[in-house]
């Protein structure tokens, strides 16, 4: 059985600039991979080369075995861009139902609109609809196909809580099924939550990947808040283990390297410390420490 998407050595130059730089990704069937990374950091590109939409420079791109454009074409693959236009004047059930007409095996129209929340907006046309209400649009057109790999660029950008948890819900039911998705976020917590694999891009280069927790532990940190009566930088600071101190409200976190040794010395050390909460890495943290803080 072929991955569901395969790039190996893939690079894309603009000119002189290089968005992606040797990047090799195997996905395959039923996972659902996060792909992270500052601004520029290659995302958008990776995806329309997964797409075939965009050629790479050098390496070779495949889904399901095919090229991309013609794993396109078979109807395999389900899509969802950024701001995408949208035909204007046509009614949401009319569009959604002549996008499922150019699929050999749709899902039925009426699911679908369900399943992205747009069956309240059946009867009306594109061109009224807020920005939310056109992204769960985009997301049914996605579905429609019902397709064996799902690629969405910020799917949730404009969603309310509701949409995104609608969308979040459909998206992990197909999975389930066997089907796949790569995404591509902002909202870290989505990638933590939703995700199985997080592929953590930094300068057109693959800096992370694996499972959110593993991401997690390759930075290792974790942070210790206390109370004190008169926290001082330096003198936490210079505790065993101790990367960075930060001072707030009646105490300070403290981020470390190895918090047993760091909560000795500070019970040792410090007889006013109390309330003390330890906490592991969060995603946020792991992403700023990889990616180079940018
Ligand atoms: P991301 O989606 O992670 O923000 P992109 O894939 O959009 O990153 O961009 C990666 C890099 O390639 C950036 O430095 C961007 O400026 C550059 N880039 C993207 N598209 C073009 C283009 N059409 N022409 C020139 N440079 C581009």
Do not use: C
Not at 133 to 139: A, G, M, N, P, Y
């Amino acid at each position: 059985m072929p991955n569901a998407l395969e790039l190996t050595a893939v690079s894309k130059r603009y000119g002189q600039s290089r968005a992606l730089d040797g990047v090799d990704l195997t996905a395959v069937e039923g996972q659902t991979i996060a792909v992270l990374g500052p601004n520029g950091a290659g995302k958008s590109t990776l995806l329309s080369i997964a797409l075939g939409l965009l050629p790479p420079t050098s390496g070779t791109a495949a889904v399901f075995g095919h090229p991309p454009a013609e794993a396109l074409r078979r109807g395999l693959v389900g899509v969802l861009l950024q701001e995408s236009g949208l035909l204007e004047d046509v009614r949401v059930d009319e569009l959604v139902k002549a996008t499922a007409g150019m699929y050999a095996k749709p899902l039925p129209v009426e699911h679908t609109m369900r399943a992205a929340r747009v069956d309240d907006l059946a009867r009306q046309r594109i061109g009224r609809l807020s920005g939310g209400q056109r992204q769960r649009v985009r997301f049914a057109l996605a579905l429609v196909g019902d397709p064996r790999l799902l690629v969405l660029d910020e799917p949730t950008v404009g969603l309310d809580v509701d949409g995104r948890r609608a969308l979040w819900q459909e998206v992990s039911a197909r999975t389930a099924q066997g089907h796949t998705a790569v995404f591509a976020t902002h909202y870290l917590t989505e990638a933590d939550d939703y995700a199985d694999r997080v592929i953590l891009l930094a300068r057109g280069r693959v800096v992370a990947d694996g499972p959110v927790e593993k991401i997690k532990e390759l930075v290792g940190d974790s942070e210790i808040h206390v109370t004190l009566d008169r926290p001082e930088a330096d003198a936490l600071g210079a505790l065993p283990g101790v990367r960075q101190v930060r001072v707030e409200g009646g105490g300070a976190v403290l981020r470390t390297k190895d918090s047993d040794a760091t909560l000795r010395a500070l019970f040792a050390g410090f007889a006013d410390a109390r309330n003390v909460r330890t906490a592991g890495t969060d995603l946020e943290s792991a992403f700023v420490s990889l990616t180079g803080g940018e």
